[in-house]
């Protein structure tokens, strides 16, 4: 009979056990911590919605509209027109700060979406006036269900604004369209299949976001847009791609430095990256959806390609159809971002008022699944970010949220190898790149818990196993 091995486990093995056990526990914990993508009504959402964002309902009128702090982000949901299409919400604001507002509107799975649906923000004083601008957000020539986004602003600062006086303002939110009011069968002017009353009539939901910028500590150098830059489009950048998968919403896009990014897209998904651009910094970008092997025909608007600034208002867009054959897409070259730019007409002038992290966001459409299949296809991104940067206006007090005017170190999702840091420093500099990244608090504990499991693996590997006491200890054959 043989003779029976007793082994010895070590502190060092507990230890992993014990890591182990809690990395699993974590992981059923992260369900509860991590914010699932999930539609008010129940059914999975296309969209990753901000972990800390508040719930709150629109009002039908201004007298119960709810109020909406400056940093926060706020979930809401709207319907068709006659039926809760318009909705309020509260602000009360300051003499000198300027208010952003953005709305992301989010159509729920198996919506329908026609090419003037859209959605409309403003921004209104209690006698009922508009502040410096609206912004409206449309489906457009996709006609396929993606996140949009539109922004409106209370501006201070010299006469040429209204609503300049400290006091209660309200957000007006509209859905407008063919969509926004209930919709019969029928076809559109491409000969496609028109939005049924079901699916047009379903309710949207919403993302709200409130941004505050401080007035000046002294008044403005310019009082005008600029009329000229460097207008030429840059040489297309070259070199070895890096991978980088998108996000599926704002508050989760991925990170991108200048250089050459791949990730994939299936048709419907819309990708989420965003980009650090510094106070006279200009930048550029352009997105190529790779060729498929399969299928044929021809879809008019397939890829779509947008850019919003730091509190997601919108700058630019381009589109580009798709016959089975590569295609590209390029933002035209925009101004370097400088604080006169806001005195501009055209949103790709006005939007580029400010430095910090500026959203690239692609949407394939949905109808190149009918010819050209499911995919997912291959989605190249070149990304130029030129100029120096330069100091930033002197602000008389702080934004909110804290940093969203700013270029966080580290925020450019570049590849980096090996950095020579120590443990402790390379644990602290992971923690900062994840944060930045975007991830959840789930993420970051099983970060930490699985960087416990490693360490204790290796105390197990280098700790010298006790010899059993009834082994033999001659050599083996």
Not at 166 to 181: I, M
Not at 206 to 223: C, I
Not at 257 to 277: A, I
Request: charged letters at 15%; one cysteine or more; a positive charge.
């Amino acid at each position: 009979m043989p003779t029976a091995t007793v082994f010895t486990v070590t502190k060092a093995a507990v230890g992993v056990t014990k890591a182990a056990a809690a990395v699993t526990g974590a992981l059923a914990l992260c369900g509860a911590l991590t914010p699932a993508a999930w539609a008010a009504d129940g059914t999975p959402s296309p969209y990753s919605f901000a972990p800390d964002a508040t719930t709150v309902q629109g009002a039908e009128n201004t007298t119960g509209a709810v109020r909406l702090e400056a940093g926060h982000t706020y979930r809401s949901s709207i319907a068709p027109s006659g039926r809760g299409g318009r909705l309020y919400y509260r602000l009360e604001l300051d003499a000198t700060s300027t208010a952003y507002v953005s709305a992301t509107a989010v159509p729920r799975p198996g919506a329908t979406v026609s090419y003037s649906d859209g959605l409309k923000v403003s921004l209104q004083d209690g006698n009922g006036r508009n502040c410096s601008s609206s912004g409206s957000a449309h489906f457009g020539a996709t006609q396929s269900p993606h996140p949009i986004a539109a922004w409106a602003a209370r501006e201070t600062g010299g006469t040429r604004y209204a609503c300049q006086t400290a006091g209660t303002y309200y957000v007006v939110v509209e859905r407008s369209g063919a969509g926004a009011s209930t919709a019969s069968p029928g076809a559109t002017s491409d000969g496609s299949a028109g939005p049924t009353a079901a699916s047009a009539s379903r309710p949207w939901d919403l993302e709200l976001g409130y941004a505050s910028e401080p007035g000046l500590k002294k008044a403005p150098g310019s009082t005008s847009g600029p009329e000229v830059w460097n207008s030429a489009s840059p040489e297309a950048l070259t070199g070895t791609p890096r991978q980088r998968a998108g996000g599926a919403g704002f508050s989760a896009a991925a990170p991108l430095g200048q250089g050459v990014w791949q990730d994939r897209v299936r048709p419907g998904q819309t990708r989420f990256y965003k980009v650090p651009v510094d106070w006279g910094q200009q930048f550029y970008a352009a997105a190529e959806l790779g060729s498929s092997s399969s299928g044929d025909g021809y879809v008019g608007t397939a890829l779509a390609v947008s850019l919003y600034n730091p509190v997601r208002g919108f700058v630019d867009d381009v589109g580009s159809g798709y016959d089975g054959g590569q295609r590209s897409a390029g933002l035209p070259p925009l101004p370097p971002v400088a604080y006169e730019n806001r005195y501009a007409f055209r949103d790709r002038v006005s939007g580029m008022r400010f430095a910090g992290s500026y959203y690239l966001v692609v949407h394939l459409a949905a109808q190149v699944a009918d010819r050209f299949g499911e995919g997912p296809f291959g989605l190249t991104l070149r990304v130029r970010v030129t100029g120096a940067g330069r100091p930033g206006p002197a602000y008389a007090g702080r934004a909110e949220p804290r940093g969203v005017f700013d270029v966080a170190a580290g925020d450019s999702g570049a590849a980096g190898g090996s950095t020579g840091l120590g443990g402790g420093d390379r644990r602290s500099t992971t923690m900062k790149l994840l944060a930045v990244a975007g991830l959840g608090t789930g993420s970051l504990l099983l970060l930490t818990l699985g960087a416990w499991t490693v360490s204790a693996r290796r105390r197990a590997i280098h700790a010298p196993w006790p010899v059993p006491e009834d082994a033999d200890t001659a050599p083996g054959p």
